[in-house]
């Protein structure tokens, strides 16, 4: 196809008024913006510095994740406050609107205890992610699996030092559960690249 249309000045009219029968595709698709955008080169989406990577880091991830710990702690505990409140009130004999204010005060209490556990606990999660790597200054595997252990032990460090050890061990646990679990559902390309990097 020769680019002569490119030379001649646009029309919104019907393919016939222009002169030029069956050539639909030459109308420009959008008369609102009086552009053809064939015109236009097809570019990427986002653009990234230099070196940049293409992923979001531990601090951009953070925000997220401290934000859905809180949402899902309050969801599960105001279920198990609703169910606590459902019980409380039975046994009491509770009814009508004495028992609907115990029931949202158990949802609402328990609920925000829930909430305040695992944010806090996302919180100090991310702090030791982002720390560990502005420290060593990569991102990988091993800086979860020691954000997992340093977050058990500092939740648990009030409490004597034997649970601050399981409270180190839980997290350790969990987050090499976690690594694990990512490894075998990236296929095994990255394990034999892991294999390779460390054996």
Request: aromatic share 8%; with cysteine; charged share 15%.
């Amino acid at each position: 196809m020769s680019d002569e249309y490119l030379s001649k000045p646009l029309s919104f009219g019907a393919p016939e008024s222009r002169g030029i029968a069956g050539t639909q595709q030459l109308q420009p698709l959008s008369p609102y913006l009086n552009y053809d955008s064939r015109l236009l080169q097809a570019q990427p989406e986002f653009i990234f510095p230099e070196g940049a990577s293409k992923q979001r880091g531990r601090f951009e991830l953070a925000f997220s994740q401290i934000g859905s710990s809180a949402m899902i702690g309050a969801c599960i505990g105001g279920m198990g406050g609703l169910y606590n409140g459902l019980n409380a009130t039975k046994l009491a004999n509770q009814t009508g609107k004495l028992r609907r204010t115990q029931l949202l005060n158990h949802v609402m209490k328990q609920g925000a205890a829930t909430a305040n556990t695992l944010g806090t606990i996302a919180v100090m999660y991310s702090a030791f992610g982002v720390l560990l790597q502005w420290a060593r200054g990569e991102d990988d595997d091993f800086n979860t699996i020691a954000a997992g252990g340093a977050t058990g032990l500092l939740y648990k460090s009030s409490a004597g030092i034997r649970k601050c050890a399981l409270g180190g061990g839980v997290g350790l646990a969990l987050t090499s559960l976690y690594v694990l679990w990512s490894m075998t559902g990236g296929g095994s390309r990255k394990l034999s690249d892991l294999k390779s990097q460390y054996i």
